[in-house]
T-cell receptor, first 113, second 110 residues
Framework: EAGVTQFPSHSVIEKGQTVTLRCDPI?????LYWYRRVMGKEIKFLLH????????ESGMPNNRFLAERTGGTYSTLKVQPAELEDSGVYFC???????????FGNGTRLTVT | TQLLEQSPQFLSIQEGENLTVYCNSS?????LQWYRQEPGEGPVLLVT?????EVKKLKRLTFQFGDARKDSSLHITAAQPGDTGLYLC??????????FGTGTRLTVIP
């Protein structure tokens, strides 16, 4: 089966611009998660979808971040406007049901200059 | 915020040596997971431990969950160059999101 895919793999943008990251979970996985690692820090939870619904968005840093999962398939994470501290690696993960192991994508490395 | 501290942060050993990586927290977790991450890739799950005191073995890797479910260790016997990578522990509190540790970067020298 195809794994979790993320696009783009790298993105370099200027401060103030907008960037949209995309995640395609494993087919049939209702649970989709976004995590990120900023420089020198541990990987941190951002939010969790169950199908198209936001189950938990307690990790979203501020209202410049907007995640969507229309139709319950792929998800997008938009950062608008991007700030320097948003630089890092954004990981997406999916699982078929609550409590089952997460499958991570390879991440999108975002650099804000 | 649950904080998981891993030690050591960096470890460089010769092939054939044994090593132990520690993952410690003041918080109690419903389960604890160990991941390995290669450059340019996402974390890959190695094992999940659920019960306090639980020990799981995966070939040369032995994982243990502390009795109080606050800490864990990963022991590698006779390390191989293929074991090189970033090892991450992650605790789950029951809310189905993970709190990741700070990571241990292991290098095994042939």
């Amino acid at each position: 089966e195809a794994g979790v895919t993320q696009f783009p793999s790298h993105s370099v943008i200027e401060k103030g611009q907008t960037v949209t990251l995309r995640c395609d979970p494993i087919s049939g996985h209702d649970n989709l998660y976004w995590y990120r690692r900023v420089m020198g820090k541990e990987i941190k939870f951002l939010l969790h979808f169950v199908k198209e619904s936001k189950q938990d968005e307690s990790g979203m840093p501020n209202n410049r971040f907007l995640a969507e999962r229309t139709g319950g398939t792929y998800s997008t994470l938009k950062v608008q406007p991007a700030e320097l501290e948003d630089s890092g690696v954004y990981f997406c993960a999916s699982s078929p049901f609550r409590g089952s192991p997460l499958h991570f994508g390879n991440g999108t490395r975002l650099t804000v200059t | 915020t649950q904080l998981l501290e891993q030690s050591p942060q960096f470890l460089s050993i010769q092939e054939g040596e044994n090593l132990t990586v520690y993952c410690n927290s003041s918080s109690v977790f419903s389960s604890l997971q160990w991941y390995r991450q290669e450059p340019g890739e996402g974390p890959v799950l190695l094992v999940t431990v659920v019960t306090g005191g639980e020990v799981k073995k995966l070939k040369r890797l032995t994982f243990q969950f502390g009795d109080a479910r606050k800490d864990s260790s990963l022991h590698i016997t006779a390390a191989q160059p293929g074991d090189t990578g970033l090892y991450l522990c992650a605790g789950e509190t029951g809310a189905n999101n993970l709190f990741f540790g700070t990571g241990t970067r292991l290098t095994v020298i042939p």
